[in-house]
């Protein structure tokens, strides 16, 4: 969990700063693209990230990593809220209980029928499905199919062309089979249109339903805002759920819908099985989006903005095997003004994440840095003439032990070592590429 991820990271560390216009600027233009690529509606985007910046602003950095890091988290806290904040549950009133499911034709009405009957059928109740759209044979048979699968009863009549007249034989049908929850299944068009637009309206009003969901392919993505806001205007639904929201599509759609129509989202259907139906976590949700966009990618570049000359001159550094203690010592004097470790070593181009697999906690910052003041600057650019009785020295000038230097030169060593491999295998790259 992405969310919790961060917490942790913020707990273990101790940065400072303020968050200025000017540290904001580019995050904020990232994180703003992050959730564009996540689908979210353009103007959404905008206005959330306006948002955002405005909370952020002047916000003390006393415990993050750096002031990119801590609008990441910020975000992702304000996307939590913008999209509800906690779970909201489906309501079941009445005897029976009547859902009617509206969307456009393909968003998945009829499958998520099927899944919200064999999900309230595992919560015990007796489930009554209905057949309401009368416009396509197929559409029945399909319910039929879902039905029998989940091994719930489907009320329809293949004959009768009014919906309203369907759903509401359904209820009698329902109340003398003891069925309390009734899902009603009904027709929807391509696109917003008058004629379907007035037939679930008339089913509303007739059937005064508990729960009207307005069901959504969360693959539309930017289009799906427009669908939701007609529906709506409508209908006055009560939630939403989203569709097809397996495999790798974004999620984006749920912050735009919850933003444009103020409704919650209750379900998400996660694919063609009739298991995969979850109820909506806003939190999870905001860790989606906010993945999607690739956050570390995101706090990597933040990172890289604020001192890009350094890195420049670090890369070309390790690039030519020159990576010594005086430039480990300028990386501790930056994680001392700006937080973690790993983080930084991992900002340098090309070490990415290869370099956070190496184990030096934050704690092992002073004992590191009085070693290293300890060397003299022949030993800092040459670490291998570092024999036993300058060990000894630097152990007793740095208040460290023998043991602790050799730690640190076999950590050096080995993080030498890395950057030597990744250079080949960069200088392979070239060269191959150079061939072709
Ligand atoms: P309806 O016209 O609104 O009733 O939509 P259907 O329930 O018939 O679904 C349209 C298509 O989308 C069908 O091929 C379904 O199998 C598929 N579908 C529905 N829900 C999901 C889902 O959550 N994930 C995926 N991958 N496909 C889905
Ligand atoms: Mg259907």
Do not use: W
Not at 14 to 35: H, M, S, W
Not at 250 to 277: H, N, Q, Y
């Amino acid at each position: 969990n992405l969310s919790l991820k961060l917490d942790k990271a913020f707990q273990n560390l101790k940065g400072q700063g303020r968050i200025t216009e000017i540290n904001v600027a580019t995050t904020i233009k990232e994180i703003r693209k992050a959730l564009i690529d996540a689908d979210v509606n353009y103007k959404v985007a905008k206005e959330v990230t306006d948002e955002i910046k405005e909370k952020a602003l002047g916000e003390d950095v006393l415990t993050a990593i750096s002031p990119g890091q801590l609008l990441i988290k910020i975000t992702n806290d304000e996307l939590t809220a913008l999209m509800g904040g906690k779970s909201e549950d489906i309501v079941i009133e009445g005897n029976p209980s009547i859902i009617l499911i509206a969307g456009l034709q393909g968003s998945g009405k009829t499958t998520f029928s099927g899944k919200l009957a064999s999900y309230l059928k595992k919560q015990g109740r007796s489930v009554l499905l209905t057949a309401c759209d009368i416009y396509r044979p197929a559409a029945i048979d399909q319910l039929k199919v879902l039905g029998e699968q989940v091994g719930v009863d489907v009320y329809a009549e293949p004959e009768n062309k009014d919906a309203v007249k369907i759903a509401s034989a359904a209820i009698e049908y329902a109340k003398k089979n003891n069925h309390r929850v009734v899902i009603v299944d009904t027709a929807g068009r391509l696109a917003v249109d008058e004629e379907m637009m007035n037939e679930i309206a008339r089913l509303k009003d007739a059937l005064k339903p508990a729960e009207t969901l307005f069901v959504v392919d969360s693959m539309t993505g930017q289009d799906a805002v427009n669908t939701a806001k007609a529906f709506n205007d409508r209908l006055n639904f009560n939630g939403v759920v989203l569709t097809k929201l397996d495999g790798d599509t974004r999620g984006g759609a749920a912050l735009s819908i919850r933003r444009v129509v103020d409704k919650p989202i209750k379900f998400v259907s996660t694919g063609e099985k009739m298991e995969a139906i979850d109820r909506f976590y806003p939190d999870r949700m905001a860790s989606r989006i906010l993945g999607m966009g690739d956050v570390v990618t995101l706090v990597e570049k933040a990172q890289q903005a604020f001192d890009e000359e350094e890195a420049k001159r670090l890369s070309k550094k390790i690039r030519k095997n020159q990576f010594d203690f005086n430039d480990f010592l300028s990386q501790l004097e930056q994680v001392k003004k700006m937080g973690n470790m790993k983080d930084l070593l991992g900002m340098i181009p090309g070490m990415g994440k290869a370099m956070k697999e190496i184990d030096i906690d934050d704690n092992s910052f002073k004992p590191i840095e009085a070693i290293i003041r300890s060397m003299t600057n022949q030993e800092r650019e040459n670490p291998d003439m570092i024999n036993a009785s300058r060990k000894n020295r630097i152990a007793v000038g740095s208040g460290t032990s023998v043991p602790q230097v050799n730690q640190l030169l076999k950590q050096f060593g080995e993080m030498r070592k890395m950057m030597k491999t990744m250079n080949k295998m960069g200088g392979g790259k070239r060269a191959l590429s150079a061939l072709n």
